[in-house]
């Protein structure tokens, strides 16, 4: 069965730092992956997807995420933080063989001034 | 703004009512998806429809039900409701069914069951 775990609830980025998000994987066939995030009282938002092709993809608002197969990782980056990226961030996973749509728990990310 | 509107943006109703969420998809999207997020459970896959007809279905109650219409809004039946079926609604689109196609959240429904 496929699975997302994205390890941590909370993370904490001193703004103008680089920040990641984690976010592993497991599925049967190919990976689907995507990330969104979700800020106070909205829906979710799409930032970036990996489909196949280049293992860095790159999204909306500066983020980019890489993908490594070895690792079954998809970890969210963006190089220089801002306060207004303090949100909820959500990995998904779309199993080539499977019609389900599985979504992390979220990392909820504070970026302090 | 995704394009994806819900409604009510809130609803409160009793133990064992019966509720009905509404959802339309942007314009031109075929699909829609339906989640339920709540705090012990995370964001759950309730169920897809594309273009009318039903096409994954994910963790859905059997007291739950969906369609989708027509002209492609969709609707989300929650029946014999419980107190743990509180939890934030959300009614997805895509414009395809594959599996590759980002989805777009509308605001959600906000559901308390008292």
């Known amino acids: 069965a496929q699975s997302v775990a994205q390890p941590e609830d909370q993370v904490n980025v001193a703004e103008g730092n680089p920040l990641t998000v984690k976010c592993t994987y497991s599925v049967s066939g190919n990976p689907y992956l995507f990330w969104y995030v979700q800020y106070p009282n909205r829906g979710l938002q799409f930032l970036l997807k990996?489909?196949?092709?280049?293992?860095l993809v790159k999204g909306s608002y500066g983020f980019e995420a890489e993908f490594n197969k070895s690792q079954t990782s998809f970890h969210l980056k963006k190089p220089s933080a801002l306060v207004s990226d303090s949100a909820l961030y959500f990995c998904a996973v779309r199993d080539a063989g499977d019609d389900k749509i599985i979504f992390g728990k979220g990392t909820r990310l504070h970026i302090l001034p | 703004d995704s394009g994806v509107t819900q409604t009510p943006k809130h609803l409160i109703t009793a133990t064992g009512q019966r509720v009905t969420l509404r959802c339309s998809p942007r314009s031109g999207d075929l699909s829609v998806y339906w989640y339920q997020q709540s705090l012990d459970q995370g964001l759950q896959f309730l169920i897809q429809y594309y273009n009318g007809e039903e096409r994954a279905k994910g963790n859905i109650l059997e007291r739950f039900s969906a369609q989708q219409f027509p002209d492609l809004h969709s609707e989300l039946n929650l029946s014999s409701l419980e107190l743990g079926d509180s939890a934030l609604y959300f009614c997805?689109?895509?414009?395809?069914?594959?599996?590759?196609?980002?989805?777009?959240f509308g605001p959600g429904t906000r559901l308390t069951v008292t």
């Open positions: 990996y489909i196949t092709g280049d293992n």
């Open positions: 997805a689109s895509s414009v395809g069914s594959g599996k590759t196609y980002e989805q777009y």
